[in-house]
T-cell receptor, first 113, second 115 residues
Framework: GNSVTQMEGPVTLSEEAFLTINCTYTATGYPSLFWYVQYPGEGLQLLLKATKADDKGSNKGFEATYRKETTSFHLEKGSVQVSDSAVYFCALRGSSNTGKLIFGQGTTLQVKP | DSGVTQTPKHLITATGQRVTLRCSPRSGDLSVYWYQQSLDQGLQFLIQYYNGEERAKGNILERFSAQQFPDLHSELNLSSLELGDSALYFC??????????????FGPGTRLTVT
């Protein structure tokens, strides 16, 4: 079945450091890929998405490229801020006739001033 | 604010009891999804409804059931509760049936604690 694997956290960075959170997936067909962010005490917010191979999703300085050849969708940001501290989830939506999302286990990011 | 509301925010109950979690989707959204977030299982899809009909089922226990009403709000019923049911339950909504081009908007969640 479809699955998503994320790098284990927590990830601790200093402000202005470069961020990479790895995400790889297993899926049949042509899934859509997403990154969601969960701030403390809140629900999930969509950060960015990509719906086909080689698409690059971007938002708020974050980027991720859908790489079908390596089945990856790594999240990157050039310069993190303290306000980026949160839990980040990689997710996929398969090509079946539902919209259900399959999530990775989440990666906690802590950014220190 | 995503526009998806969930009540209650917190729920504390005892083993063996039954609870109902409520979700109101964004205005105009016809699809509702329920997810469970727990420490050991992570974020898991439970069930999806579209315009009142069940469309997809995930890892939902037989003790759990859901429905979507004509006004499109949804309820998740959890019965014979066990300690392991303690989790954060999220509702999400999207406009369409397949959601392939639609984003899912998540509510703030209901934190259930079973003692």
């Amino acid at each position: 079945g479809n699955s998503v694997t994320q790098m284990e956290g927590p990830v601790t960075l200093s402000e202005e450091a470069f961020l990479t959170i790895n995400c790889t997936y297993t899926a049949t067909g042509y899934p859509s890929l997403f990154w969601y962010v969960q701030y403390p005490g809140e629900g999930l917010q969509l950060l960015l998405k990509a719906t086909k191979a080689d698409d690059k999703g971007s938002n708020k300085g974050f980027e991720a490229t859908y790489r079908k050849e390596t089945t990856s969708f790594h999240l990157e940001k050039g310069s993190v801020q303290v306000s980026d501290s949160a839990v980040y989830f990689c997710a996929l939506r398969g090509s079946s006739n539902t919209g259900k999302l399959i999530f990775g286990q989440g990666t906690t990011l802590q950014v220190k001033p | 604010d995503s526009g998806v509301t969930q009540t209650p925010k917190h729920l504390i109950t005892a083993t063996g009891q039954r609870v109902t979690l409520r979700c109101s989707p964004r205005s105009g959204d016809l699809s509702v999804y329920w997810y469970q977030q727990s420490l050991d299982q992570g974020l898991q899809f439970l069930i999806q409804y579209y315009n009142g009909e069940e469309r997809a089922k995930g890892n939902i226990l037989e003790r759990f059931s859901a429905q979507q009403f004509p006004d499109l709000h949804s309820e998740l019923n959890l019965s014979s509760l066990e300690l392991g049911d303690s989790a954060l339950y999220f509702c999400a909504s999207s406009p369409g049936i397949r959601g392939l081009t639609y984003e899912q908007y998540f509510g703030p969640g209901t934190r259930l604690t079973v003692t």
